[in-house]
Structure formats: structure tokens, C-alpha cells
């Protein structure tokens, strides 16, 4: 046989398995922390290793992206998707313009999509006067690189003033908000 013809096969089969474990990445990030682990636990060892690892490597999610493996994730269940994924539902994806004004509120999904390294010293601010549950819930939901970049402009955030992390969370809304809408 041709290599060049028997070649390409195999590295279309693993981008095949690499979209497979991405969409299985997604899914898993959108649904609550139960939810979520219910579903591992009804997977091998090695699939639940491969779709940690795929979830590590989520970057940035494009929410159409998101929406869409959810979708196909309900649709081969056999269960209709819920009508309302509000922030009303922990872990629900929600309209940006619907999210409550203090981000350590948002849904776990929303946190992990909203977050942007070049804002992680704002990250940091915000956080800086929240009871350690919200921020060990914050952290959570990142990724462990970007939990790094947190810590680090933690470390480099320095005293602030008593109205700077409410500042701060409200310029994260704002410019997830605008970047949503456009």
C-alpha cells in the first residue's frame, strides 16, 4: 500500500478522537459538579484520564461550540435538553445579560469561559475579599494553567483599597458582557 495514502489515516482518526474527547470536555464543564461525576463514573480509567487532560487543554470555549455539544449530548441520551439553562440551574450555561452582578455567583461554566489571562490581575482584585469557599469555588472551575496565572498576579497584587475588588468584578462583567454581544 502507499504510505502516502495509509499515512494520513491514523492522524485523522486522532483528530477525530481529539474533537470526540473536546466535545466530551465540553459537556462535562457545562453540567453541575454532580451531574459531572456522575458521568465519570461511568467511564473507564483511561477515558476519565483523556477527558481530564482535554479538559486542561480548554482554552477558549466558543459558546455555540458549547451549546452544540450539549445538544448532541441530550439528543443521545435521549433526553430532551432542559428548556431553561438559566443561572438559576448551578453549572447551566446563561446569557451573560442574565448573570447575577457579582461574578463569585456565576455558574461554574460561565466562570471557566468568562476568564481571560491578560485579565487575571482584575481576577485577582476581585477575588481579593471573598470568603475562602468562593474563592476555592472560583478556582475550581479554571483550568490549572490558568489557576497558575491567578496565583501569580495574586502574588503580585499587593494591599487594595475596600472598593477596588468590587471594582473589579465589575469590569470582568462588563467586558465579558460586551464581548458576548459582539
Do not use: C
Not at 28 to 54: F, G, I, N
Not at 91 to 113: K, Q
Not at 151 to 175: C, K, S, Y
Amino acid at each position: 500500500m502507499d504510505e502516502s495514502v495509509a499515512g494520513p489515516r491514523p492522524m485523522a482518526g486522532a483528530k477525530r478522537t481529539d474533537d470526540a474527547l473536546r466535545r466530551a470536555a465540553l459537556v462535562l464543564v457545562s453540567l453541575d459538579d454532580r451531574q459531572a461525576a456522575e458521568l465519570l463514573a461511568k467511564m473507564s480509567p483511561k477515558l476519565v484520564e483523556a477527558v481530564t487532560a482535554a479538559i486542561e487543554n480548554l482554552h477558549e470555549i466558543d459558546p455555540a461550540e458549547q451549546a452544540d455539544a450539549l445538544r448532541e449530548f441530550y439528543d443521545r441520551m435521549g433526553i430532551g435538553q432542559p428548556q431553561s439553562q438559566g443561572a438559576t440551574q448551578p453549572g447551566a450555561f446563561a446569557e451573560p445579560r442574565e448573570l447575577p452582578d457579582d461574578l463569585r455567583e456565576w455558574p461554574a461554566n460561565m466562570l471557566r469561559i468568562a476568564f481571560e489571562p491578560a485579565e487575571a490581575d482584575d481576577w485577582a482584585l476581585a477575588l481579593a475579599d471573598s470568603e475562602h469557599e468562593q474563592i476555592r469555588r472560583v478556582l475550581k472551575t479554571l483550568s490549572m494553567r490558568d489557576r497558575r496565572l491567578l496565583a501569580e498576579a495574586d502574588g503580585r497584587r499587593g494591599p487594595w483599597r475596600l472598593d477596588e475588588p468590587h471594582e473589579a468584578r465589575q469590569r470582568i462583567r462588563a467586558r465579558f458582557v460586551r464581548s458576548w454581544t459582539h
